[in-house]
């Protein structure tokens, strides 16, 4: 069997892991044979979630820490570095969003969004970076989202646009300094998934009708279909590709 895609041994550490498309891709990096740490404001969350990967036969070190604060991902690395000794792969997952335009956004959420999606994924990646370089291997992984580079009429979300607009000019950034030290960079973008961030939002018959209606597939994504497009970025089988960026949208962006 091909080995192309096999995690053993690496060590994961999977950001904003409590609920979604964390949690599917802690389950599906662990399934490749990668020891995991997850991370989000949710212990007892992230518990529950530890003992359900540890079940896959791999290890799972559940950490509390809010990735606005510096001081809460740099004591996040240090205990992930303390149980492992290295981190193979990055996935910057931690994301929030807010259902507004600029005219009605307060200053307040605008900085909660940009805090989250963005400052978030440079004060992690600024973390774990060394140990990568030190290595002379790893892999970041950025959730960016279709709305990088669409707007969706149907639901003003402008701070949220502008947020995974910049995750794209960080991912390009980080992949053109750091390629000379093994590590490739690159971003997903997923379109319309259930998760907590949209079951009560975007779920919305109207707002569903209209997606379906410009989304190829006619559909949302299903759990486990960005699996693939982490575990391909996570692995070596990406060795020669980086500063890219993954739509995987059911083909939204693609008309
Ligand atoms: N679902 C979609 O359709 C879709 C589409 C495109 C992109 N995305 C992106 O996918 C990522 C995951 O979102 P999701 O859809 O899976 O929604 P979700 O279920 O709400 O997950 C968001 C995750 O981010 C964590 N998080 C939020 N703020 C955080 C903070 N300050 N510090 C640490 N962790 C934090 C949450 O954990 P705690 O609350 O426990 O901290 C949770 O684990 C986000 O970046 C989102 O923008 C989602």
Not at 40 to 69: F, N, Q
Not at 79 to 104: C, H, P, R, T, W
Not at 154 to 174: C, I, Q
Request: neutral net charge; charged residues 20%.
């Amino acid at each position: 069997m091909s080995k192309l895609f096999d995690l053993t041994s690496k060590v994961a550490v999977i950001v904003g892991a409590s609920s979604g498309i964390g949690v599917q891709v802690a389950k599906a990096l662990a399934n490749e044979g990668a020891n995991v740490a997850i991370l989000a404001r949710r212990y007892d969350k992230l518990k529950d979630v530890a003992k359900e990967i540890e079940t896959l036969g791999v290890k799972a070190l559940p950490v509390k820490c809010d990735v606005t604060s510096e001081e809460e991902v740099k004591n996040a690395v240090n205990s992930i570095i303390k149980e492992y000794g290295k981190i193979d792969i990055l996935f910057n997952n931690a994301g929030v969003a807010s259902m507004a335009d600029v005219d009605s956004l307060d200053e307040n959420e605008w900085n909660r969004v940009m805090d989250t999606n963005v400052k978030g994924i440079f004060l992690m990646t600024k973390y774990v970076v060394p140990y990568m370089k030190n290595n002379h291997y790893g892999k970041i992984i950025n959730t960016s989202s279709v709305m990088s580079s669409v707007a969706a009429k149907a639901a003003p979300l402008h701070a949220y646009e502008a947020s995974k607009s910049a995750v794209l000019g960080l991912t390009r950034g980080m992949a053109s300094s750091w390629a000379q030290y093994g590590i490739t960079v690159n971003a997903i973008c997923p379109g319309l998934f259930k998760t907590e961030m949209t079951e009560h939002t975007l779920f919305e018959e109207s707002f569903l009708m209209r997606y379906n209606a410009v989304c190829p597939a006619s559909r949302p994504g299903k759990e486990g279909e960005l699996n693939g497009a982490v575990i391909y970025f996570a692995s070596d089988a990406s060795n020669y590709t980086t500063g890219q960026a993954l739509f995987v949208d059911g083909g939204w962006t693609s008309v």
